[in-house]
C-alpha cells in the first residue's frame, strides 16, 4: 500500500510490479503465476503431454488424433493471445520440433509419434521453450535407459548399439537393424514418456516462477 512518505518513484515502481503480474498469488514456495500469456499455453501442453506419456508407455505409440490435436489447441491459443505474432511462434516451434528429431527417426532411433510429439508440443510453447522441454527429455529418457540396461545387465552392449547409432547419424546412413528400432530385442526406452515427465516437471517450474 502506498503511504504519504513513499517517493513518486518508489509508487510508480509498485505500480509497474503490479501490472509485470497482475494475477500472482504468493504460497510457501514462491509465486503461481496465472498471468494467461504465461500460463494458458501450458495447459494444452501438459494435457497432450500426459496422455502421450500413457498410452506411450501402456502402447509404444502415439497416435495421431492426440498430436493433430495438440498442433492445433497451441496454434489457437497463441493465436488469441497474441495474434498474427503467436501464430507465428506455434509454427515455427512446430517446424523446429519436427526437424529436431526427423534425423532420429529417419535412423530408426525414434518413433515419428515422438516427433510429431515434439512438434505439437512446439505449437503449444514456442521454440525456445520446446527446446528447454527437450533437454529435459533427453536428461530423463538417459537417467530412464541407464536404469533399465543396469537393471538388465546390458550396459556393455546399450554403450555399443548408442556408438553405432552415432556413427549411422554422423554418416547420414541407415543403421543396422539390430540397432533400430526394428530389433525387437532392444532396450527400448518411451521418449514420449520422458517428455512427458519433462513437460510437466518444467511447466510446474514456470507456474511457480522458478524457470
Known amino acids: 500500500m502506498s503511504t504519504a512518505f513513499e517517493s513518486p518513484k518508489v509508487q510508480e515502481a ?12 504468493m504460497i510457501g514456495f514462491g509465486p503461481l503465476i ?4 504465461i500460463f494458458v499455453p501450458w495447459i494444452p501442453a501438459v494435457l497432450v503431454a500426459m496422455v502421450a506419456g500413457i498410452l506411450d508407455w501402456r502402447y509404444r505409440r502415439i497416435p495421431n488424433w492426440l498430436t493433430v490435436s495438440g498442433f492445433a489447441a497451441g496454434v489457437v491459443v497463441n493465436t488469441i493471445l497474441f495474434r498474427w505474432p503467436g501464430l507465428e511462434t506455434a509454427l515455427l516451434g512446430t517446424v523446429v520440433g519436427l ?11 525414434l518413433g515419428a509419434g515422438d516427433m510429431k510429439l515434439a512438434g505439437a508440443l512446439g505449437a503449444c510453447l514456442g521454440w525456445r521453450q520446446l527446446l528447454s522441454v527437450l533437454m529435459g527429455t533427453i536428461l530423463v529418457a538417459g537417467a530412464m535407459a541407464l536404469a533399465l540396461v543396469v537393471w538388465k545387465g546390458r550396459l556393455k552392449q546399450t554403450l555399443l548399439n548408442i556408438a553405432h547409432l552415432l556413427a549411422a547419424l554422423l554418416s547420414l546412413r541407415t543403421p543396422a537393424p539390430a540397432v533400430s528400432l526394428d530389433n525387437p530385442q532392444s532396450t527400448k526406452i518411451p521418449f514420449g514418456v520422458a517428455m512427458a515427465v519433462a513437460v510437466l516437471f518444467y511447466g510446474m517450474g514456470r507456474a511457480m516462477g522458478k524457470l
Open 14 to 25: 509498485k505500480r509497474a510490479e503490479a501490472t509485470r503480474l497482475p494475477a500472482a498469488i
Open 34 to 37: 496465472f498471468a494467461p500469456s
Open 99 to 109: 526437424g529436431l528429431l526427423l534425423p532420429f527417426v529417419l535412423i530408426r532411433s
